[in-house]
C-alpha cells in the first residue's frame, strides 16, 4: 500500500468498511474486505503524471501547428507569467481548452508539451480509465482528480480521449457516463472554482462530446489540429530525424512531396519502417533462430 496519500488512505478505510457490510450485517473486518477495497480503489495517485517525467519535453518537440501552440502559450502561460497585466484589464482566465482533429496528428504530444513549458503540476487521464462498473465510481474518480489538481494548483488536467469519457447524455445504457459528463460540468462550473486548474481536452471526435461540455465558460477554447501542411510536414520531419543516424543526402522536401495527406504519427512510423529496412542491410542482424535475416530490403 506504499504511494498511497492520506486522502487515498481514507477512502480504503471508508471502502473497507462498506465491503464488510455487504459481506455481513455486523461483521468484523477481515483480509477478504481490505483485498476486495483495495481492487476497487481507483487510486487518483496512480494516474497523476508528474510534470518532472515529461521534463525533457517542450514546443520544440512539437512539429507544425504553430498556431496552436501560440495559442495555447497565450491562454494558459501567459495569464500566470503575466498576472498582474491581466489583472489590471480585469481579463478573466479561461478553464479549459479542447484539442480536436484527426487521430495522429499530435494532439496529446503538443498538451503534453504545453503543461512541461509551462512548469506546472499535470495530471494526465487516459478517458476510459476513470470508467468504472461500480455504482458511484465513475464520478468518485472524476471528483478526486479534480480534487488533487485543486490541492497541487497551478495544475493542468491533460483528458485525453474525452469523447469515451463525456459522450452525449442519453447516448449511454448503463447511465454511467451521463453521470460522468453532470460531474465534470459541476467540477468546472463549482462554486469552488478551477483556480489555478486549467483543462485540456483532446479528442479526435468532437461530434460525440456532451454540448454542455463545449460552451464558453467550460471550454472556452476550440482549436483544431488538422492535417499538417507541405511546410508542417519538413517540421516534422527535420524533429524526427534529430535523434536518428540518416544519410546527410537524404531529401526531406523529397519525402515531403510524397506524403501529402500525411499525420505526424503516419510519418513517425514511415521514419521507424525506414530505420528497421536500414537494419535488414546490415550484415550482423540475425533473426531469432539465428538465420541471417534477408537483406533486399531496401530504404523506400
Known sequence: MENLSLTDMRQLATRIQIQAKIRAPFPPILKCDVDTALANLRLAASIVSKTREDAKTSLDDVGGMEREKRKLTEVLIWPSKYSEVFRSYGVRNGKGVLLHGPSGCGKTLLARAIAAESKFECIFIKGPELLSKYIGSSEEN????????????????????????????????????????????????????????FVIGCTSRMDLIDPALLRPGRFDHLLECGIPSKEDRADILRIILRSVNFDPELSIPKWVARTDGWTGADLKALITNAQFDALRKTSNVHDANGSRVNKAAQIG
Open 142 to 197: 472524476v471528483r478526486n482528480v479534480f480534487e488533487r489538481a485543486r490541492a497541487s494548483s497551478p495544475c493542468i488536467i491533460i483528458f485525453d480521449e474525452l469523447d469515451s469519457l463525456a459522450p452525449q447524455r442519453g447516448s449511454d445504457n448503463t447511465g454511467v457516463t451521463d453521470r460522468v459528463v453532470n460531474q465534470l460540468l459541476t467540477e468546472m462550473d463549482g462554486a469552488e472554482g478551477l483556480q489555478g486548474v
